[in-house]
T-cell receptor, first 112, second 111 residues
Framework: QKEVEQDPGPLSVPEGAIVSLNCTYSNSAFQYFMWYRQYSRKGPELLMYTYSSGNKEDGRFTAQVDKSSKYISLFIRDSQPSDSATYLCAMSPSGSARQLTFGSGTQLTVLP | EADIYQTPRYLVIGTGKKITLECSQTMGHDKMYWYQQDPGMELHLIHYSYGVNSTEKGDLSSESTVSRIRTEHFPLTLESARPSHTSQYLC??????????FGPGTRLLVL
């Protein structure tokens, strides 16, 4: 069983929709949680970085962590066609990038 | 904006050839990483470096080797390419805050 599970999609939504992307994990030692966005034929870019449980908001993006359920989410409000990409969750027991475990990514398409 | 570069972006090569994938960053980061990513799959760490002359193997076993002679440069070498090496290779670097910045990747196809 993978340490981090992520629904691969593909997920297709109309422009303006609220998108919810999720990951579950099994390692209770994970403390740092990240979301990356990866456009086709590009490297991943960091979107959100959170520590422990709670919410963090940045513009149209909100990251939510529920450590008791071992569940993290990324919400995208007012989705745009430019949000079409693969979204990867990643997590680490420490702040070390060396110990990052990635999900397999969810492919999102926002239709104009 | 992060400045991390990878060349070539695409490489098609025959079995048995020696190849080197280049990665350079201009951010002065001490830590650098190589990941392998197959389509629709997770990123797997294959090599990392905490500084000049420091290299370690990652969680995923790989027949490739790396070197870190200069802070900004972290090349990956395959002595004898095989079809099983076909994949996307992503280079990343991180500084004090451990936030990783990724390069655009190299798509390798071994025939």
């Amino acid at each position: 069983q993978k340490e981090v599970e992520q629904d691969p999609g593909p997920l297709s939504v109309p422009e303006g929709a609220i998108v919810s992307l999720n990951c579950t994990y099994s390692n209770s030692a994970f403390q740092y949680f990240m979301w990356y966005r990866q456009y086709s034929r590009k490297g991943p870019e960091l979107l959100m970085y959170t520590y422990s449980s709670g919410n963090k908001e940045d513009g149209r993006f909100t990251a939510q962590v529920d450590k008791s359920s071992k569940y993290i989410s990324l919400f995208i409000r007012d989705s745009q066609p430019s949000d079409s990409a693969t979204y990867l969750c990643a997590m680490s027991p420490s702040g070390s990038a060396r110990q990052l475990t990635f999900g397999s990514g969810t492919q999102l398409t926002v239709l104009p | 904006e992060a400045d991390i570069y990878q060349t070539p972006r695409y490489l098609v090569i025959g079995t048995g050839k020696k190849i080197t994938l280049e990665c350079s960053q201009t951010m002065g980061h001490d830590k650098m990483y190589w990941y392998q990513q197959d389509p629709g799959m997770e990123l797997h760490l294959i090599h990392y470096s905490y500084g000049v002359n420091s290299t370690e193997k990652g969680d995923l076993s790989s027949e490739s080797t790396v070197s870190r002679i200069r802070t900004e440069h972290f090349p990956l070498t395959l002595e004898s390419a095989r079809p099983s090496h076909t994949s996307q290779y992503l280079c990343a670097s991180s500084g004090v805050l451990e936030t990783q910045y990724f390069g655009p990747g190299t798509r390798l196809l071994v025939l």
